[in-house]
C-alpha cells in the first residue's frame, strides 16, 4: 500500500512540449509538496498546498502550474518545457503541525532532450 | 531565512567505522529538525527526528541530538555498514515557512567492505 505516490517514474520529452506529473496521497494528510532535486541532489520546495489551497509558491518560472482538485492530489503541470527542467520531482505530503515528518513518493525523473 | 549547512561530502568510511556528520541551522523560532535518508535510486525516507531542545532522535543504530545553544543536529552511528551508503539530508521544518521542509545539501556517504 504505497503512501504517497506519483507518476510517472521516468518522463523523457522534447524541449517545447508540455508535460504532467501526478501525486496521489493516501495518508489522509492536508498538506501536498513539490520539491526539484537538481543533478547535484539538492532539494528545494517549489509548492505547497493545504486543504487545496496554495501556501507557498518558491520562486518557480510560471510555466510550472501546480493542481490540487482535492486534499489527497496534487499534480504538476510543466509548459514550454526547457532543457533546464531536467531534475527529478518530488512529491511529498504531512500533516500541518510542524513536528510531524513529511512522507515522499519515489521521485520522477524527467529529461528534456 | 531559514537555513542548514551540512558538511560537504563525498565521506568514504570503512565497515564497522564510526560515522559522523554535522548539521548546523539557521533560524527563528523553534523548529522541527530531522534527518533524511535517499538510497541510490529511491526517494527520501525520514531516518530521525527531534521537535523540540535536547531531544535525541533515534533509529537503526544512527542518532543526532537537537542542541539549540550550538544550533546543531549532528548525525552519528557507532559502525557503519556497507547497506548505510546512502545520501544523507539534514532539514528543519518551521511555522515561518508554511512548514516545508528546508533541506541541506545532502553529504554522500560511500561505506566500503
Known amino acids: 500500500d504505497t503512501a504517497v505516490s506519483q507518476t510517472p517514474k521516468y518522463l523523457v520529452t522534447q524541449m517545447g512540449n508540455d508535460k504532467s506529473i501526478k501525486c496521489e496521497q493516501n495518508?489522509?494528510?492536508?498538506?501536498m509538496y513539490w520539491y526539484k532535486q537538481d543533478s547535484k541532489k539538492f532539494l528545494k520546495i517549489m509548492f505547497s498546498?493545504?486543504?487545496?489551497?496554495?501556501?507557498i509558491n518558491e520562486t518557480v518560472p510560471n510555466r510550472f502550474s501546480p493542481k490540487s482538485p482535492d486534499k489527497a492530489h496534487l499534480n504538476l503541470h510543466i509548459n514550454s518545457l526547457e532543457l533546464g527542467d531536467s531534475a527529478v520531482y518530488f512529491c511529498?505530503?504531512?500533516?500541518?503541525?510542524?513536528?510531524?515528518?513529511?512522507?515522499f513518493g519515489q521521485g520522477t525523473r524527467l529529461t528534456v532532450v | 531565512g531559514d537555513s542548514v549547512t551540512q558538511m560537504e561530502g563525498p565521506v568514504t568510511l570503512s565497515e564497522e567505522a564510526f560515522l559522523t556528520i554535522n548539521c548546523t541551522y539557521t533560524?527563528?523560532?523553534?523548529?522541527?529538525l530531522f534527518w533524511y535518508v535517499q538510497y541510490p535510486g529511491e526517494g527520501l525516507q525520514l531516518l530521525l527526528k527531534?521537535?523540540?531542545?535536547?531531544d535525541k532522535g533515534s533509529n537503526k543504530g544512527f542518532e543526532a541530538t537537537y542542541r539549540k545553544e550550538t544550533t546543531s543536529f549532528h548525525l552519528e552511528k557507532g559502525s557503519v555498514q556497507v547497506s548505510d551508503s546512502a545520501v544523507y539530508f539534514c532539514?528543519?521544518?518551521?511555522?515561518?515557512?508554511?512548514?516545508?521542509?528546508?533541506f541541506g545539501k545532502g553529504t554522500s556517504l560511500l561505506v566500503t567492505p
Open positions: 511529498a505530503s504531512s500533516q500541518t503541525a510542524g513536528g510531524t515528518e513529511a512522507f
Open positions: 495518508l489522509g494528510h492536508d498538506t
Open positions: 498546498y493545504n486543504n487545496k489551497e496554495l501556501i
Open positions: 533560524a527563528t523560532g523553534y523548529p522541527s
Open positions: 527531534a521537535t523540540k531542545a535536547d
Open positions: 532539514a528543519l521544518r518551521n511555522s515561518n515557512s508554511g512548514y516545508a521542509l528546508n
